[in-house]
């Protein structure tokens, strides 16, 4: 068969179009939304401080996910503050309080909103299973105040449930069962801003992780388990270890049938730690933490992502800063 020559200058660029493998289309850093440790009380002082929470974020004007951290479901249908275990005397509120307080940090929200930003307010608790509740016991109770919470979206919020699931919480039989029993009775998006404990790094053969969890049940709880979770992860490590275990958990659902991890954006906590004062190395910057996460999906074809839409970094209640 006759064979036609192009022009020496095209034939070089079609040569490296039909051989180069296009990179994922570039996503822009989408500047950092503010996520909340947000301590309960039962008090109307939660709504007022909510509701000014609210309002300075809706006058930074940037869009994207929020995380208000409420703490650990217990028996009774009460909440204990986040950060503390189940000897804590601190006081406790219930459950359904915190319906009422991301209400007013919606109204807040949509009164100041510069630059006609738009917000989801994840709702969420984590899987601390100390609290004497069994997990589809709280997962559902989750879900069916975030129904209720939701009664208060605004043109400016959606008002979604969030987990912040840590395989040294609780077993992987408790966590998932608590994200299959939230997923089970709402439609709702639940974002998993989750850990990966112990997990191996992504090209390791290995696929257990901390207290017994492993690949698959970080992959259940932050993806698999429902078309409705997407994932936000925590990526504090400076040195880009918890980006290569989230690459690790979605590589295994790409190869095993359950698809690639949906990822929403990246978590930082840089003002904790600047709060706090009590980290080493896992105080990135949430610029810092978004693009870690991008490029290193971006560096394996069964994890590469197209768009990473929120930054978000996470801090305490003023009051409880050092």
Known sequence: MPTTRLPG????ALILTLTTTPPATADTYPGATVSRYTPLTGTENDRVT???????????GTNGVRFLIVGTQESGATLRHPGTTASSTSPRAPAEHAATV?????????????NHAQAELAL?????????INGDTAGGQWAAIVTEAAQNDNHAVTITGGIDAEPSWSTPTWARAWVDAFTGATDRTLYAGNSADGCPQHGSSTTTCANEWTLADLHHVS????????AIPQIHRTDGTQTRQWAAVS???????????????????NTACDQRRDCTATD??????????WHELNSHDETAISRL?????????????T
Do not use: Y
Not at 50 to 60: D, F, I, S, V
Not at 124 to 132: A, M
């Open 251 to 269: 590589s295994w659902g790409a190869r095993h049938g359950s698809g690639p991890i949906r990822f929403a954006g990246a978590m930082s906590q």
């Open 102 to 114: 991301a209400a007013a940090w919606a109204t807040g929200f949509a009164q100041c909103r510069t």
């Open 50 to 60: 909510a509701r000014e929470a609210g309002c300075a974020e809706g006058e930074k």
């Open 284 to 293: 990135n910057t949430p610029k810092a933490a978004w693009t870690q996460l």
């Open 223 to 230: 993806t698999g388990a429902a078309p409705t979770i997407e």
């Open 124 to 132: 969420t608790v984590n899987n601390k299973s100390d609290g004497g």
């Open 309 to 321: 839409p929120t930054a978000t970094d996470i801090r305490w209640p003023q009051e409880t800063g």
């Open 9 to 12: 200058p095209i034939t070089a």
